[in-house]
């Protein structure tokens, strides 16, 4: 986790997404039950996750939680490189 960017971290979280999920067969349904919002869309992820077997609860979040931090740092890191590299400002 030392060495850790946000590209290594979404490889990462790819890879135990299919470990964890499976892989899927057969059609992939959008808009099924569709949200509204980021808050419907959490909370159906939070819900199923109360439906899981604890372990695999926990090692869910955990992933969540890593995303989440990763997804912010790399919103920081732009926010800050991107005054670097503006031109004629």
Do not use: C
Request: hydrophobic letters at 45%; glycine letters at 6%; zero cysteines.
């Amino acid at each position: 986790m030392e060495r850790a960017t946000p590209a290594t971290i979404h490889d990462f979280l790819i890879r135990m997404q299919r470990e964890i999920g499976g892989t899927r067969r057969g059609p992939i349904v959008i808009n099924q039950d569709p949200a509204h919002d980021f808050n419907d869309v959490i909370g159906d992820f939070f819900s199923r996750v109360l439906e899981l077997p604890l372990e695999k609860a926990v090692i869910l979040l955990w992933l969540l939680a890593v995303e989440l931090h990763y997804a912010r740092l790399e919103e920081e890191y732009s926010e800050r490189f991107s005054s670097l590299f503006r031109l004629g400002d």
